[in-house]
């Protein structure tokens, strides 16, 4: 896993596709999903795949997510922290460990075949690890550095440009129906993308 050198910041008031996708699939769920990534798959200069922050959702716990008015705002964690403002998460009580984990996500890029999104990526496939057994006992970093923070389940989905990342508090048992969702969602080309996602509603309130 290293840092990004650089890192595009959308601060736009409109959500790009990406986004109003991860925001639809989070909140028109019965399970409760604490966040959304969406890690874009690029070739560096001596084409080694890396996989990269593209987009994400902060949804936040069921107990953080009613106690905190836009908490679940993606844009408002952004620009309240940026990418550069990780140090200012570990320095603030206020912060949530699902949050922490999410935010210190951002800068992050992953190039080693044995992390978790480069096996869903390279695959062609997704890794769905629930309980703190499994996240425990899979072997990479990332899997143990959610479970230290609360996320009790992560899922990676494998699409054409990338891996959609969800995790949650809660124990959620695997579901063909929410991956062959997110392969669908994401597995459209550009136009068909903007298409669909300009029909999508959203159950809950309006996003940035």
């Not at 136009?191 to 809950?204: A, D, E, G």
Request: hydrophobic letters at 35%; a negative charge; charged letters at 15%.
């Amino acid at each position: 896993m290293e840092n990004l050198i650089s890192t595009s910041s959308t601060t736009s008031s409109r959500p790009n596709t990406h986004q109003k996708i991860l925001q639809y699939i989070i909140h028109n769920r019965q399970e409760w999903w604490v966040y959304a990534i969406f890690w874009q798959a690029s070739k560096d200069v001596n084409n080694r795949l890396i996989l990269s922050w593209g987009d994400g959702h902060f949804r936040g716990t069921k107990d953080t997510a009613s106690a905190k008015t836009g908490h679940g705002q993606y844009h408002q964690l952004q620009k309240k922290y940026g990418f550069d403002g990780i140090d200012d998460v570990n320095n603030n009580n206020n912060v949530t460990d699902s949050e922490w984990f999410y935010v210190v996500s951002m800068p992050q890029c992953f190039v080693a075949e044995d992390e978790l999104v480069v096996r869903a990526y390279t695959s062609a496939s997704h890794v769905w690890l629930a309980s703190y057994y499994e996240l425990r006992l899979y072997n990479c970093e990332r899997a143990k550095e959610a479970d230290l923070h609360g996320i009790r389940t992560i899922v990676c989905i494998a699409t054409p440009t990338g891996v959609v990342e969800l995790g949650s508090s809660d124990v959620i048992q695997e579901n063909w129906e929410l991956v062959q969702l997110i392969t669908s969602l994401f597995g459209s080309n550009n136009n068909m993308l903007l298409n669909t996602t300009s029909h999508l509603s959203l159950n809950q309130g309006t996003y940035f």
